[in-house]
Each structure stands twice: as structure tokens, then as C-alpha cells.
């Protein structure tokens, strides 16, 4: 009698971790890569009012990336700061890391961005090292069933990142294929 018992458990375990796992969304293939051209059109993320750490962040940022490799970043708080790029390059790493020449990290706050942009460094945490930074920023591109269009693209935590919060930021795609500026600067 109990091993009849513990045969129904263990199949009962077994339909509820196969159940699981067809709620978890598309498994048939969480390694996918992307083309460039699966990329292009225009993403935003709406950074609402959240705290990074120490920092408070608020606004809507907005990429154009275009199929000639050219990407546009838009950034405004809502309280009157605005920052619109010139089209600086973009390209794809490995079918998932996009990288976004001359580019600005806006997560950790204007004042932060600013400072990327000039290439110094960033204390974010006191006791914690300083991060270099660089002249490019990186977004992760994941596959998402739960999204339109099944793709988003994520600000990873820096390195000091929350490993319980896998990214900090997530755009959207809003508009496919990206509009073709009349003028390029």
C-alpha cells in the first residue's frame, strides 16, 4: 500500500514539474541568438520611479536602432532634463550583447550618465571599487514569450549588481521596422 502511495506521489511530482515548466514559457530553445536585423526598429523603457541602489530614476528612454548599424538614444527624467544623440554606431555580439558606441547609462541617474559619457570613473557604493567606464554601453537581448514581438533588451546589473534582480532596466520594442531620419547628423 505504501509503495502504491509513494508510485502516485512521485508521478503526481513529475506532472507538476512538467506543468512547471510549460508555464516557465517557451523552453524550446532560452539560448536563442539574434540577428541584427531582429533588432532593428525603436524600444523604450519607462523607468517609472525606482532606486538603484542609492540612486532615484525617473524618465523614459527610447533607442532607434537602424538596419545601416546606427542607433539614436532618447532620454528625458520628466522634470525637464532631455538628452537626444546623434547616431552613433551599434553592433551585435554573439547573437545577444548589443553594444551601443558612445552611448549613455542612464540607470544609476543623470549625474552618473553624464560621467560615463566622459569615460571617468563611478563610485557607486563606498568601500566598493570604482567601475571603469568605457565609451560604449551594453544591453543583453533575451528572448521573452511574455512580451510583444518575444524580444526585450536589458541593462545588466554593473558588478555590483543584486544577483536576486537579474537586469535593471527592460526596453520594449514600440515601432518595427526603425523610421529613416530625413537628415543624419
Known amino acids: 500500500m505504501i509503495r502504491k502511495w509513494l508510485q502516485i506521489a512521485m508521478l503526481v511530482?513529475?506532472?507538476m514539474s512538467a506543468l512547471a515548466c510549460l508555464c516557465?514559457?517557451?523552453i524550446?530553445?532560452?539560448?536563442k541568438t539574434f540577428t541584427p536585423a531582429e533588432l532593428v526598429g525603436a524600444w523604450r523603457?519607462?523607468?517609472g520611479i525606482r532606486?538603484?541602489?542609492t540612486f532615484q530614476v525617473t524618465g523614459v528612454e527610447t533607442l532607434t536602432l537602424r538596419a545601416d548599424g546606427t542607433y539614436q538614444q532618447v532620454y528625458m527624467d520628466g522634470k525637464g532634463y532631455e538628452y537626444i544623440s546623434l547616431w552613433n554606431k551599434w553592433y551585435l555580439e554573439r547573437g545577444y550583447i548589443l553594444h551601443l558606441e558612445g552611448g549613455r547609462f542612464y540607470p544609476m541617474g543623470i549625474e552618473a550618465?553624464?560621467?560615463y559619457a566622459r569615460g571617468?570613473?563611478?563610485t557607486v557604493w563606498p568601500g566598493i571599487d570604482p567601475i571603469e567606464l568605457s565609451d560604449e554601453i551594453i544591453l543583453f537581448v533575451q528572448h521573452s514569450s511574455t512580451t510583444p514581438g518575444g524580444v526585450t533588451l536589458e541593462y545588466p546589473p554593473p558588478p555590483i549588481g543584486d544577483p536576486d534582480n537579474p537586469h535593471i532596466v527592460t526596453f520594449y520594442r514600440i515601432a518595427t521596422p526603425a523610421?529613416?531620419?530625413t537628415v543624419s547628423p
Open 113 to 115: 550618465a553624464e560621467g
Open 51 to 53: 532606486d538603484y541602489w
Open 179 to 181: 523610421p529613416m531620419a
Open 120 to 122: 571617468g570613473v563611478l
Open 45 to 47: 523603457a519607462d523607468y
Open 28 to 31: 524550446s530553445n532560452p539560448f
Open 13 to 15: 511530482v513529475v506532472l
Open 24 to 26: 516557465v514559457g517557451d
